[in-house]
């Protein structure tokens, strides 16, 4: 059977993704590019293809990305890594709930132990140089500038994703300022993920694993976890989240068996949940207890992971002591994810926008929130708000649906049906939310809970920071 017509244009689009070098700074520094099957179904259905014509074009897709992520592997590992003083940590997910988190915990231990620590985030929260930082210390302009100009110069970087630019970005500010070790957080998936061109990294590490970006990754848990996976090397440690169902935890075992890497998995049976409020959660672990200022179950499951990564580095020649490792989870906290931004009346921004995310934070609330519960809510059209939603109205007792936070928000109408009849829901602006529910909580000895999306949470620290005439707040 002939080609289709777009098959010539397509390869041509991949071909032209090639890897050159930076001009100046590192030797041969070069631009780390990703192209996902999304954005092939998306040039292949502006051309009306048929099935099977689209099913040929994603095979030769599959293919070609391949073989660019096998270059891009070996040149990124051979003039980045390779011999230099940096030793690069890979961890999985975007549909792994945690990840950030587990960042945040070993890069705090890490840095109190007195290492240089590099860390990769996304998406930011306050600001997009929140999400490339050393010792907690976020990216300065002029460095982010004259990076991006670095990467910019290079001839592929056009076709590149934020994502890519940033991680090509943050690699060359890591290099330039000697990191010791550097914490990376993949983007979407882990496979064919920019960051997986690390060759060598210390240990892998995936955590929680649920349903997100199911339009990239696939519609089940077992395809999702495939994607996850694709972050273990040969031959390397993996952790894995203690929370994940049998089926995802059969699969990352058989993946490591395959390519003969140790697979650890922290036991709840060595694990006694203390104390749990709103404020902090006490935890012991093979005879050491731990204190938490990020509430909920789900961070206990986080730092149990963290705890297993700062073990394993420290078989690597980074050795942190329980003692560092107690007192640097103790001091982390991360905007937007269960943070408590005032007490009087109590107000808590989560920014978890898929079902696990959505099902931790009403776990969290049923256990140790404070009633009635008043919620603000808002979401994008992206995640599965219908979900979330259905699963929100169970815990609220009055809710408040909003859109004005971005323009991809689903309207606030269309999502204020998606709440049942089990609480009272409203609509209005973020502004007018805000005033109602501290109000109505103040009143009544309850609390307010913003949630439903990173936007919606970063959106609202961005203007409780910088308040005037003109924000929502």
């Known amino acids: 059977m002939p080609r289709p017509m777009k098959y010539r244009s397509i390869c041509c689009f991949l071909q032209t993704l090639e890897f050159a070098p930076v001009a100046g700074g590192v030797e041969k520094a070069p631009i780390v590019l990703t192209v996902d099957e999304y954005e092939i179904v998306r040039l292949i ?10 099913a040929q074009c994603m095979q030769v897709a599959r293919t070609t990305i391949q073989k660019i992520y096998d270059s891009a592997r070996k040149k990124l590992a051979d003039t980045l890594v390779d011999g230099c003083p940096l030793k690069i940590e890979g961890g999985a997910y975007q549909l792994c709930n945690g990840k950030g988190s587990v ?11 007195g290492f240089r620590v590099g860390t990769l985030t996304s998406p930011f929260v306050r600001r997009y140089q929140d999400r490339i930082q050393i010792n907690g210390q976020e990216i300065p302009n002029d460095a982010l500038c004259r990076y991006c100009e670095q990467v910019k110069s290079c001839k592929v970087s056009k076709a590149c994703s934020q994502f890519e630019i940033t991680f090509a970005i943050a690699l060359l500010w890591f290099v330039a300022e000697k990191c010791d ?19 060598h990294p210390l240990v892998c590490v995936i955590t929680s694993v649920s349903y997100d970006h199911m339009a990239i990754l696939g519609d089940s848990l077992t395809q999702i976890a495939t994607q996850k996976a694709g972050i273990i090397k040969p031959g390397c440690s993996v952790i894995l989240s203690p929370d994940n169902p049998m089926d995802v935890t ?8 395959q390519k003969h890497a140790s697979l650890i998995i922290p036991q709840m049976l060595d694990c006694r949940i203390l104390t749990e409020t709103l404020e902090e959660t006490t935890f012991s672990y093979h005879c050491f207890q731990y204190t938490l200022h990020m509430p909920g179950r789900h961070q206990v499951y986080n730092a149990l992971t963290a705890i297993e990564v700062i073990r394993l580095l420290g078989m690597h020649g980074f050795l942190i002591s329980a003692a560092v490792t107690k007192q640097a989870l103790e001091s982390v906290q991360i905007p937007a ?3 408590v931004v005032q007490y009087e009346p109590m107000v808590l921004l989560d920014g978890g926008h898929n079902q696990a995310g959505v099902m931790a934070l009403t776990d969290l609330l049923r256990t140790c929130g404070k009633s009635p519960i008043y919620g603000i809510c808002g979401m994008i059209h992206t995640k599965d708000y219908v979900t979330a939603c259905g699963i929100l109205g169970q815990t609220f007792d009055e809710v408040i649906c909003v859109d004005d936070f971005l323009a991809d928000a689903v309207p606030a109408k269309t999502l204020a049906a998606y709440f049942g009849v089990t609480c ?30 990173l936007f919606l949470a970063s959106k609202f620290l961005q203007e409780k920071d910088h308040p005037n005439k003109n924000t929502l707040l």
């Open 181 to 199: 070790l550097v914490f990376l957080e993949t983007g979407i998936g882990g496979l064919l993920d920019a960051t997986n061109v690390v060759k």
């Open 103 to 113: 960042v945040a915990f070993c890069a705090a231990a890490a840095v109190a132990a």
């Open 424 to 453: 009272i829901v409203r609509t209005g602006t973020l502004h007018k939310a805000y005033i109602v529910a501290q109000e109505q909580a103040k009143k009544s000895d309850g609390m307010v809970v913003v949630c439903g999306s």
């Open 45 to 54: 259905d502006k051309e009306g293809l048929s099935q099977m014509q689209c």
């Open 337 to 339: 994810r269960t943070q």
């Open 250 to 257: 059969c699969l990352v075992q058989e993946t490591a068996q």
